[in-house]
T-cell receptor, first 114, second 115 residues
Framework: EDQVTQSPEALRLQEGESSSLNCSYTVSGLRGLFWYRQDPGKGPEFLFTLYSAGEEKEKERLKATLTKKESFLHITAPKPEDSATYLCAVQAVYSGGGADGLTFGKGTHLIIQP | EAGVAQSPRYKIIEKRQSVAFWCNPISGHATLYWYQQILGQGPKLLIQFQNNGVVDDSQLPKDRFSAERLKGVDSTLKIQPAKLEDSAVYLC?????????????FGPGTRLTVL
């Protein structure tokens, strides 16, 4: 069974204070690892997809990295508008039937204080 | 480009009543998903459609939940009868569909409260 564990559950930072969020995963075969951002009352918003160990992707103040067992979301000099819940999800290799739903972690609730 | 549309946004019902949610995916997206997100948890897949066929419904509680995607576009998810533990946000997502890993785009969700 695919599993995703995110840590910490919650993180409070001062504006400009850089940090990292962790996503540990177990999956039979990884097709992709996804990061989403979710604001209160809204659906998840896509950020990144990582496919293989060693891959990195960046977007503004966010940088996602991937190893064979975990992924990190690095936040550099965050601003209050970066406050949100960050969700990590894995997609397993095709079983042959085309099923490709995502298995999500519980998320990290990030608060950036001015 | 218009995103995934869902309605209603909020619904409050009594236990044992029935309820239905509607989803309109991004135009041209062949694959449609329904997820359930309980407060404080990540979304959990309920069912996946490819066009109008079911690909995966292994986590759908079939004694009370049903879903359809007639004509391969819009979809409805129904709960009958509802239980207290069904209180959650129901998210619809869509993707282009294909052999490569596709990005799933989510709608705003329907928040269901069962009293």
């Amino acid at each position: 069974e695919d599993q995703v564990t995110q840590s910490p559950e919650a993180l409070r930072l001062q504006e400009g204070e850089s940090s990292s969020l962790n996503c540990s995963y177990t999956v039979s075969g990884l097709r992709g690892l996804f990061w989403y951002r979710q604001d209160p009352g809204k659906g998840p918003e896509f950020l990144f997809t990582l496919y293989s160990a060693g891959e990195e992707k960046e977007k503004e103040r966010l940088k996602a990295t991937l190893t064979k067992k975990e992924s990190f979301l690095h936040i550099t000099a965050p601003k209050p508008e970066d406050s949100a819940t960050y969700l990590c999800a894995v997609q397993a290799v095709y079983s042959g039937g085309g099923a490709d739903g995502l298995t999500f972690g519980k998320g990290t609730h990030l608060i950036i204080q001015p | 480009e218009a995103g995934v549309a869902q309605s209603p946004r909020y619904k409050i019902i009594e236990k044992r009543q029935s309820v239905a949610f509607w989803c309109n995916p991004i135009s041209g997206h062949a694959t449609l998903y329904w997820y359930q997100q309980i407060l404080g948890q990540g979304p959990k897949l309920l069912i996946q459609f490819q066009n109008n066929g079911v690909v995966d419904d292994s986590q759908l509680p079939k004694d009370r939940f049903s879903a359809e995607r007639l004509k391969g576009v819009d979809s409805t998810l129904k709960i009958q009868p509802a239980k207290l533990e069904d209180s959650a946000v129901y998210l619809c997502a869509s993707s282009l569909g294909g052999t490569n890993t596709d990005t799933q785009y989510f709608g705003p969700g329907t928040r269901l409260t069962v009293l």
